[in-house]
């Protein structure tokens, strides 16, 4: 009885430890170091990644998480992220998640973005999806979702 009792322990301790680095609360609330790389050379597999590229906020979209453990709601801002310089493009291969407000007036930003690649079903919902192909843009089979690092002094 006692070694089923360990076990059981040991797996509620896993799953709590878990919990805890999926969701990055402490103690795995720390920043990883990114790596820099292509916009193009982004997938889902990597984990932490530095990317340059154009920010189309004419299409930015306002999501607000709620309070979780330990922490308070915040408010994020999610845009296509395309090759520097591409105004055009509306083929979306990247989607950046941001806690940053971008400037309310500027159509584009060149930025450079330190974050954690995703899939983007971590945390697009269907209706940002549609907000974005019912302004013109569509996506990759394959796109990205870089949830940016929040600012330090979090």
């Known amino acids: 009885m006692q070694k089923l009792g360990a076990l059981v322990a040991v797996m509620i301790f896993g799953l709590l430890a878990f919990f805890l680095w999926l969701n990055r609360f402490p103690p795995f609330d720390g920043l990883p170091e990114a790596v820099p790389m292509a916009l193009a050379e982004v997938t889902a597999e990597q984990d932490a990644v530095q990317v340059t590229g154009t920010a189309h906020l004419a299409v930015k979209q306002r999501m607000v998480r709620p309070a979780s453990l330990g922490r308070d709601d915040s408010t994020w ?5 395309m090759e520097k310089g591409d ?15 971008p400037d309310r007036l500027a ?12 899939p983007p079903a971590a945390l697009m919902t269907p209706g ?3 907000e974005l192909r019912s302004r013109g843009y569509s996506f990759a089979d394959d796109y990205v979702l870089l949830e940016v690092f929040p600012p330090v002094d979090e």
Not at 77 to 81: N, Q
Request: hydrophobic letters at 50%; aromatic letters at 12%; charged letters at 15%.
């Open 77 to 81: 801002w999610l845009f296509p992220l």
């Open 87 to 101: 105004t055009n493009a509306t083929v979306i291969t990247v989607m950046a998640l941001s806690p940053h407000e």
């Open 107 to 118: 159509g584009f930003e060149d930025l450079t973005v330190s974050a954690w690649a995703r």
């Open 128 to 130: 940002a999806e549609d």
